[in-house]
């Protein structure tokens, strides 16, 4: 094994929207397991749009990065050597981690997959944090009725790509927004969706909508917020349920855009609004991982991953989410699985 690895640092704060300069690739000994740990080698990393509020030194529900620290993020790797109960050399684990391609965890804190049951890169995006975002967020937080019309942004991504289809499941009709012909190529083609709205080639918002959802807004899950969710407030119906599960269009927004806001809808609508984060649910997620494996497996749900190779190309992966690179689930293959 080699001697030393390289590692993603947070070089400094970025203001607005991020760029290369805010990530420092450090070469470093690849660290020793401590009392209770793990060393683990990156196979797939994940980027996430979260991560951009790590970057900033403020009170969130994600912890704030550290400059001159290691950044973290989700992986799927391979323990090479093991102080913990439970693993052994070759046990392939998820966990957070670092961007990095050796890590070492608390044993405790890493959890097995079977390498057998599907590919590796699924445990990070469907059958992972974004697929239990969408199974819980539409069954538990919206939950749409058939019938109903369902619609969700950021539509052909790792979450919203299988909470349209889980809304199908439910017997919904399902209308995407999402940033190219390709992507609603692949919403209406792939995944069943009734129809897929190429946001960037729309003038008005409003009138695809209405041309989309002639009957009104049942169910929105929004991904992204900004103008397009403007324009799902003013098309909601009567009881219309919302979820609000991201809000990628203002996160490197360096002020907040003011009103006139679109909340007198929900007056005229008695709509029901919630935030919501995954982790809420984690205690059923056992669940959640179970029921996506079986619709995989059957081919219920169908999911796209975009694969960036290489660990000195994350930044350029993470930037990607805010222009709308990926179709699916952006992840990164540091090492391949030999297993
Ligand atoms: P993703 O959808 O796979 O990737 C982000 C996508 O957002 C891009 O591909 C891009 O697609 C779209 N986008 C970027 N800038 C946009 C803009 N200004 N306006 C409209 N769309 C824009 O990412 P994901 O991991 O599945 O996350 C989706 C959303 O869910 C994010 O807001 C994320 O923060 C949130 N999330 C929340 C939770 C939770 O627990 N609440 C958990 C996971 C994720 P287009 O080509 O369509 O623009
Ligand atoms: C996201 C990814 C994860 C996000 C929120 C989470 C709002 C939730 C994390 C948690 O539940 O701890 O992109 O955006």
Known sequence: ???????????????????????????????????????????????????????????????????????????????????????????????????????????????????????????????????NTAYFGVNEVIQPHAGDTFVVTGAAGAVGSVAGQIAKLNGARVVGFAGSDEKVEFLEEDLGFDVGINYKEVDDYGAALREAAPHGVDSYFDNVGGPITDAVFNHLNVDASVGICGQISLYNATELPTGPRKLMNLIQTRATVEGFLVSDFSERFDKSAKQLGQWVADGTIQYRETVTEGLENAPDAFLGLFEGDNIGKQLVQVSEYEG
């Open 1 to 131: 094994m080699a001697e030393t690895h390289h590692v993603y640092k947070l070089a400094d704060r970025p203001r607005g929207t991020p760029t290369e300069d805010a990530f420092e690739y450090a070469e470093e000994a690849i660290p020793e397991p401590g009392p209770g740990e793990a060393l683990v080698r990156t196979i797939y990393m994940s980027v996430d749009p979260y991560m951009r509020d790590r970057m900033r030194d403020t009170e969130s529900y994600a912890e704030p990065w550290d400059v001159g620290e290691p950044l973290h993020c989700g992986v799927v790797g391979e323990v090479v050597e093991s102080n913990g109960a439970g693993f052994e050399a070759g046990d392939v684990v998820t966990g957070e981690l670092n961007w990095a391609e050796y890590a070492t965890a608390p044993a405790a804190e890493l959890t097995q997959v079977d390498p057998n049951r599907g590919p590796l890169s699924a445990y990070l995006g469907v059958l992972g944090m974004p697929g």
